[in-house]
């Protein structure tokens, strides 16, 4: 890559939130042509610089400068004028609006007053097949997996006529194939001279795909590499500041008696009168992790919560340490011995405005412990919570402080503290490191593997093969709402196998995509 | 919101009104700026509260103030009003009156009756008056009105008039008072076209005059060329639509009622009013107070006899043949020849 | 057959008021702003009406008054709807408290102001020069639905119009993405350069231009006055068909018309001879018992807007 | 106040020697609170677990309805009939408000409509129940209420100078009590407030969020009802068959949003919204100010309360500034994810 005129330049940015300072004095460039990474612990400030630079926030010191020019970027307005265009962490996208109509909003097309839909589906088909980014112009955002609603945010901005691009954690939520696609959209841009930042806590693709390195910790630049002249190791220790162990102890155990049966499991909830989840079929034992992988929205969620009893099973059976409990209600569930730590931890695993203690309670088995004769025990709670932050390390101001507070990685410890120290006879486990950087991940895969030495059953469904093949002692995959087989990851260490398997029903699947 | 209206709609026009209303604002009123004195010597002071229908409700309420303020103008005594906005305003307006030392003070409607019982046995030297309900304590005078006797005449020119056959009733809400006039009405349309046939239909507000037009759209589309209105601020939506049909060509009639409500609606469409003259009996029972001959104890009960409810002294459309035939009745009922029905 | 002419008549100028306050409460929901504040707007919509049609037709203005009058409902509508707007998209209040305020405010403003301009009256005096029903040459001849749809009140008409046109707006043209962008996902929105504040803004001001509009129309075709009870209660029958209507402009003329409806039907029982034997408030709970049951049993469970009665605020996550 | 072209002074003066001159005013003023203290803490309940009772209203009638009911067709001691009749109106009142919940949970009908059109029915049903019933040929209203269902307290209405005292203010505050315990320190109350804030994660937590819903509208149901019952055990002892409703309901919601949805709060809101209305016809009466100027104020409050972010705005670098250093030290490190 020849040095070529910065076509952006952040200079001293420092941006305060009450309490913290989120960036301190930061720079950086960005050349034509290069994809940028930047990399840094959760909460290090990385969405928010690029925030500042898409026109979101306003810097408190510090100039932007697009094209040796120095800029104002009031708002995203401004930034899509200058040419800069941006794939948030969390989807921007208009859930009951077709993909058209959510890459063409506010640059729509019209005939008269009109919306000239046909033109705009068009222009949609002719970016998609250029960039080889596969969408369907006229389904619903809310129908369609999440690595095509990834696919979704990229032609907006491409849309729009960017020349700068920014994606902050594009790949947390694509499986193995989609983000080799997605490498390949990222070399093609930029070899088109596009300028791209992207954002990653997955050192292995900074290192497969990115010119330069920036790595900021606590707000601030603690360095800036050439790619090719660094490695993994030592990205991950100017990160978090530490070494970090890379290697996980799998011991060895002779897996216990069976906890979870599912026996020909249907589930209501596909597409076109399909059942999302097919006669499935599976069982786990204790002190054994099953990994279920799968491109996402292959019956995933449906089976997750068929088992966690918030989906009623069409038809088929679940038991549970041989009892059958297909038709309890989750409550009931959680008493037996069943905990989850799901997809969506906001949405799902924590009422965020609940303060960290009554979290820390959240569908606990122990009512009676918490809530003697049926009144609040705040002070049992207190220590309740106030142990199981210490033992998970759940960094707050305090078990009084609102959950909503709370880092990501924060929050999500605080879920696994909470679904462990349940002590479950099972635990269904959602992309439990999403999102998360590697020190947090690394944590959670530590507890995963106690968890599976003292005697769990886990399910653990990851996009992530790489995860998966660290953690599982086994490995179904399902595509389509079926059990399309099984992989030994110990074995069997190939993808191809694994990614014929996703990919076999994939193709039939219009929505899949990940042929 | 709904509308508070818990009130005795003890009139016809009794339209209640919300409780986020009606007040007075009258600057013009001479009193309001007068310090509250005992009248011993000096000017009367005579007040009065109304139900929740305020003052301005072309109905009793405003014909009670309207008597109040010619006792003003005519005798020079000071007058004042309280409008209630729910129904345990009664008891403490009332005594803000005796409180502030009047010499008269008035409960306008049916919902009076506890109200005045409790402050006036609370207060047995202050004076009150009631229309349209009957307390029997010697500091309370009570004024009741015949109103099916009324109704049974407009009943008489209804009947005489429509070519149909058909009539309509409009009512606010089924409750007694209200089928005091439906009775009298359907007497009287009975007693001189027996073909005739009455529907009748209440609105169940008194309150919501795009139920009274709707009502009315109904039952002139059916056919009826007359309807009654004892319905207040529904009333209003009868007009409407009569006046509407007028103005497109159809002739179609409505009898007011409570006051001469040509004189509001226009000769057009209004055939005669049903009048309750609560205002002469206002002025009548408050004049005896000034003049020192309060008849405490004592309930009155205006019928045709007695001049409290008739028609208006100009029916324009009314043909004299059948203000004749008026007059006849109206005479048979005053010698008892005819009993009017109080429910239908 | 006539009969039934003459009801759905009857019932599309009960509906009519219904239709433009619930068409207003789309676009406002739809922009992600509740909108408890309809009767509020209604209100101050025929009070202006009532006082504009009143001057007008003093000044002689007889034939343009209704008219002056429907304009000036309008205005008094969008003046409150700029309160609503200011307070709940500029200052991000919340958006039922002040739809609330909205509604007391506008009944005592209105009442106060009557007050003063009549010396003391509890309401306007009553009009001459309200609209009156016109039928449409040509389509009023034709059998059955010309009495039905086509001999009826101008605003009647205004709806025919209004309903499919919102529904253009919304679903059509660029405008409408936005807006609805907007009440979905601001997020989305803001990131793609669209002021999430100016159509908020715009949302909320139209929904007070047509609930205006709404409060005119009961004053120009129905009560001929304003007084404290002219508007009571149909701004929440609109809320009520605004939800039932799927915040969808046909759902909403529907669903307006269906209440309608069954108000008419229960004045249309009483002339026949049964419905003496019906106690009268079984007939007056008809329409609000049939809205329940048809709702319960058909309807189904309904989701508005997803953003709607958040304030936006870029800076929180 | 000016711009209407009134004295404020004279007028507040009128307003405040109204609410506080005698011992009677305080306690018609009192009376006054009461019904908006319940429908308030009604629909301030129903907030906390994310639904919307516009119904406070139709439930308030029910309550009253059913405690008219047993007033005067139970005959028995006082010290049982009082009792029941309370215990079955705010049933009744809870019932209806039950209603409007199973039809959310289990039909699937916006809380908001079917609550509208309960209104409506509650108040016709209402109507007939009274007429069919309680109400004599030729009377528009029921006749009393038997003595021992009876809960005004005479020796403190003597002491109070005759104003109309009852148990209603008193079990008012108690409910703000109760409304505090319920929520905040009990079970129901967790699982309540964890469906308000999040109703996905409660049921994925195993909470009945359908039940939650209806145990919910119960309670709320019967905040309102009890308002109902004591308007007619307390203050008039007898029921009046209308056309319309008083519209406490409605003030409730102002009242419960101006104190927050917090039960002190709502007591709180309750009082000035009870004092601005009885001390309006103070004003009236001696300084002719008119009640909607009265309205208007309280609006006005209503709506500055609401939009704190207009005084927010002007102070903004200055609150910045302070909560800055407030929050220093404090390790909350945000909600990323
Ligand atoms: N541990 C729990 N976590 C969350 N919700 C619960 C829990 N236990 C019960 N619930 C829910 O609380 C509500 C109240 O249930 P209920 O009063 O029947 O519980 P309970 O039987 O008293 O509880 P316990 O068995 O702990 O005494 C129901 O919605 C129920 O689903
Ligand atoms: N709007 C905001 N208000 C207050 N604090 C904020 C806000 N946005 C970000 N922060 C805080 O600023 C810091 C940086 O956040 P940012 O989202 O930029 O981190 P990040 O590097 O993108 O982390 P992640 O990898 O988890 O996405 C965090 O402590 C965060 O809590
Ligand atoms: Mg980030
Ligand atoms: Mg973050």
Redesign the pocket.
């Given at each position: 890559m020849e040095q070529s005129v910065p076509v952006v330049e952040l200079k001293g940015i420092t941006k305060r939130f009450p309490g913290i300072v989120a960036n301190d004095d930061i720079s950086l460039e960005l050349r034509k042509g290069e994809i940028h990474a930047l990399l840094g612990e959760n909460g290090a400030g990385k969405s928010t610089l690029m925030s500042i630079l898409f026109g979101l926030y306003q810097p408190d010191e510090g100039e932007i400068r697009v094209n040796g020019k120095q800029v104002k970027i009031d708002g995203a307005g401004k930034a899509i004028e200058l040419g800069i265009g941006m794939v948030h962490q969390h989807f921007k996208l208009v859930q009951p609006f077709t993909v058209a109509e959510n890459i063409v909003l506010g640059v729509e097309p019209v005939r008269g007053l009109s919306i000239h839909l046909k033109q705009a589906n068009e222009r949609v088909r002719e970016l998609s097949a250029r960039y080889g980014l596969k969408v369907d112009p006229l389904v619903k955002v809310e129908d369609i997996t999440v690595g095509m609603q990834q696919r979704v945010e990229i032609l907006k901005t491409l849309y729009r006529g960017a020349e700068i691009l920014i994606f902050d954690e594009p790949t947390a939520v694509l499986t193995v194939q989609e983000i080799q696609e997605l490498m390949q959209i990222l070399r093609q841009l930029a070899g088109e001279g596009k300028s791209i930042i992207l954002i990653t806590h997955k050192l292995k693709e900074i290192m497969e795909v990115s010119d330069r390195v920036t790595i900021i910790r606590r707000g601030k630049v603690v360095g800036s590499v050439r790619t090719a002249e660094t490695n993994e190791s030592q990205l991950a220790e100017m990160m978090v500041g530490r070494r970090v162990s890379f290697q996980l102890e799998k011991e060895k155990r002779e897996p216990g008696p069976v906890v979870l049966e599912v026996e020909g499991l249907t589930v209501a909830g596909g597409e076109r009168g399909t059942h999302a989840v097919d006669e499935v079929s599976l069982t786990i034992r204790a002190g054994e992790i099953l990994g279920l992988a799968g491109v996402d929205g292959n019956g995933q969620h449906e089976l997750v919560e068929a088992l966690t009893g918030l989906r009623p099973a069409l038809s088929g059976k679940i038991a549970l340490n041989g009892t059958d409990i297909t038709r309890l209600?989750t409550?009931a569930r959680?008493e037996a011995g069943i905990s989850s730590i799901p997809e969506d931890r906001q949405k799902h695993g924590l009422v965020l405005d609940f303060t960290l203690s009554e979290n820390m309670i959240?569908?606990?088995?122990e009512?009676?412990r918490f809530?003697p004769g049926?009144f609040l025990n705040e002070k049992e709670i207190d220590t309740y919570a106030k142990k199981l932050v210490e033992e998970f390390d759940v960094r707050s101001a305090g078990v009084q402080s609102r959950a909503r507070s709370l880092s990501g990685g924060n929050q999500q410890k605080a879920i696994i503290a909470r679904e462990l120290e349940r002590h479950p006879q099972l635990l269904v486990a959602v992309q439990p490191t999403r999102g998360l950087d590697i020190g947090a991940i690394e944590f959670v895969h530590e507890r995963l593997m106690q968890a599976r030495s003292e005697g769990k059953a886990i399910l653990l469904i990851s996009y992530e093969l790489d995860e998966l093949y660290k953690l599982s002692d086994r490995i179904q995959v399902i595509s389509g709402g079926r059990i399309m087989g099984e992989v030994n990851p110990e074995l069997d260490e190939d993808d191809d196998k694994i990614g014929l398997m996703m990919a076999g029903q994939a193709s039939k699947d219009q929505g899949g995509g990940a042929a | 919101g709904k509308k508070a209206n818990n009130e005795g709609a003890s009139s016809p026009s009794a339209s209640a009104s919300p409780s986020e209303s009606a007040a007075p604002s009258e600057p013009a009123s001479p009193s309001a700026s007068e310090p509250a004195s005992p009248s011993a010597g000096g000017t009367k002071k005579v007040g009065m509260v109304t139900d929740l229908g305020g003052v301005h409700d072309k109905s009793f309420n405003q014909q009670a103030w309207e008597a109040l303020q010619k006792l003003e103008k005519d005798d020079g005594a000071s007058v004042k009003y309280q409008e209630s906005k729910k129904d345990s305003d009664y008891i403490p307006f009332l005594s803000n009156f005796v409180k502030d030392g009047y010499d008269l003070t008035w409960g306008i409607g049916f919902l009076f009756q506890e109200a005045a019982t409790t402050v006036a046995k609370q207060n047995p030297n202050a004076k009150f008056a009631l229309i349209d309900t009957s307390v029997d304590l010697p500091n309370v005078e009570s004024v009741l009105f015949k109103e099916n006797e009324g109704s049974f005449l407009v009943g008489v020119v209804a009947g005489l008039t429509t070519k149909s056959n058909k009539i309509g009733f409009v009512g606010g809400m089924k409750l007694p008072v209200i089928q005091k006039f439906e009775a009298g009405f359907k007497a009287g349309v009975a007693a001189v076209n027996p073909d005739a046939k009455v529907t009748v239909n209440y609105v169940g507000d008194f309150n919501k005059p795009d139920l009274g037009k709707l009502a009315a759209a109904t039952m002139y589309d059916a056919g009826n060329d007359i309807i009654f209105i004892a319905a207040g601020g529904s009333g209003n939506g009868v007009f409407t639509e009569a006046k509407q049909r007028f103005k497109a060509g159809k002739k179609v009639w409505v009898i007011g009622v409570d006051k001469d409500q040509s004189l509001e609606f226009g000769n057009d469409v209004t055939l005669t009013s049903m009048m309750k003259k609560v205002d002469e009996a206002v002025y009548k029972v408050s004049k005896e107070v000034l003049n020192g001959q309060f008849q405490g104890g004592k309930t009155v009960e205006l019928g045709l006899a007695e001049g409290g409810v008739g028609l208006p002294k100009d029916n324009p459309n009314v043909s004299a043949e059948i203000l004749k035939k008026v007059d006849e009745y109206s005479q048979k009922i005053v010698s008892g020849d005819i009993k009017v029905p109080t429910a239908p | 057959m006539a009969m039934l002419a003459d009801l759905i008549n009857s019932t599309l100028v009960f509906s009519a008021a219904l239709i433009f306050a619930a068409l207003g409460g789309v676009f406002s929901e739809r922009s992600g702003v509740f909108n408890i504040g309809l009767e509020g707007m209604m209100t101050g919509g025929a009070f202006a009406a009532a006082i504009g049609t009143y001057y007008m037709q003093d000044a002689g203005g007889e034939g343009a008054s209704p008219w002056i009058g429907v304009l000036c409902g309008i205005a008094a509508g969008t003046l409150f709807a700029l309160l609503h707007a200011y307070a709940t998209v500029s200052v991000k209040a919340d958006q039922t408290i002040v739809g609330v305020v909205i509604n007391i405010l506008a009944l005592a403003i209105t009442l106060y102001l009557v007050k003063f301009m009549f010396e003391g009256a509890g309401d306007t005096p009553l009009l001459d020069a309200t609209f009156a029903k016109v039928a449409i040459p040509g389509l009023a001849d034709i059998p059955f639905i010309g009495q039905a749809l086509f001999n009826n009140y101008p605003t009647t008409y205004l709806a025919y119009v209004l309903v499919p046109l919102s529904a253009y707006l919304l679903f059509r043209t660029p405008f409408g993405l936005r807006l609805r962008a907007v009440g979905e996902h601001p997020g989305a929105a803001d990131t793609v350069g669209i002021n999430v504040t100016k159509y908020r803004y715009v949302g909320v001001l139209i929904s007070g231009a047509l609930a205006g509009l709404g409060g005119a129309t009961i004053v120009l075709t129905t009560t001929s006055n304003f007084s404290h009870n002219t508007i009571s209660g149909q701004g929440f029958i609109a809320i009520a068909a605004l939800i039932f209507g799927r915040w969808n402009p046909y759902g909403v003329f529907g669903a307006a018309f269906f209440f309608g409806l069954a108000q008419a039907l229960r004045n249309f029982i009483t002339q026949f001879d049964f419905a003496a034997h019906i106690p009268n408030e079984f007939l007056y709970m008809l329409p609000y018992v049939l809205t329940l049951l048809v709702l319960a049993g058909v309807v189904g469970s309904v989701r508005g807007p997803s953003a709607a009665g958040q304030p936006y605020d870029p800076s929180k996550r | 106040m000016l711009l209407g072209g009134f004295d404020p002074i004279a007028a507040y003066g009128a307003l405040i020697r109204k609410v506080f001159g005698t011992s009677y005013d305080i306690g018609e003023t009192m009376l006054t609170i009461t019904p908006i203290l319940f429908t308030g803490l009604a629909v301030g309940f129903a907030f906390r677990a994310g639904v919307f009772n516009i119904g406070a209203d139709g439930q308030y009638i029910i309550g009253m309805t059913a405690a008219t009911f047993v007033g005067i067709k139970i005959h028995l001691p006082a010290f049982l009939h009082a009792p029941l009749a309370v215990l079955v109106g705010m049933l009744c009142g809870g019932l209806w408000g039950a209603l409007c919940g199973y039809l959310k949970a289990y039909r699937g009908v916006h809380e908001v409509i079917s609550a509208i059109m309960l209104n409506w029915i509650a108040l016709y049903l209402s109507t007939f129940l009274l007429m069919k019933f309680l109400v004599a040929e030729g009377q528009q209203k029921t006749p009393n209420i038997d003595e021992t269902a009876s809960l005004s307290i005479g020796w403190l209405s003597k002491a109070m100078g005759g104003a109309r005292m009852d148990w209603g203010i008193w079990i008012g505050l108690i409910c703000v009590g109760l409304f505090y315990i319920l929520l905040w320190r009990t079970?129901?109350g967790y699982?309540l407030r964890a469906v308000g804030f999040n109703a996905d994660a409660?049921r994925a937590?195993?909470?009945?969020v359908k039940?939650?819903f209806i145990k919910t509208m119960m309670i709320s149901g019967m905040f309102a009802g009890l308002g109902g019952v004591f308007s007619v055990l307390g203050v008039f002892h007898y029921q009046v068959a209308s056309g319309a409703s008083e519209g406490y309901g409605f003030d409730g919601i102002a009242v419960a949003l101006l104190g927050g949805n917090h039960p002190v709060g709502i007591l709180f809101g309750a009082i000035l919204f009870g004092v601005l209305t009885y001390g309006s016809a103070g004003m009236n009466f001696d300084a002719n100010v008119p009640t909607e100027i009265v309205r208007i104020v309280i609006g006005s409050i209503i709506f500055f309360v609401a939009s704190h972010g207009i005084i927010t705005k002007l102070l903004k670098p200055l609150l910045n500034r302070r909560a800055a250093n407030k929050r220093k030290g404090a390790s909350a490190d945000g909600n990323a994810g």
């Open positions: 209600p409550r959680i959240l569908g606990t088995s009512r009676n809530f049926g | - | - | 079970k129901q699982d409660a937590a195993g909470i009945n039940t939650t």
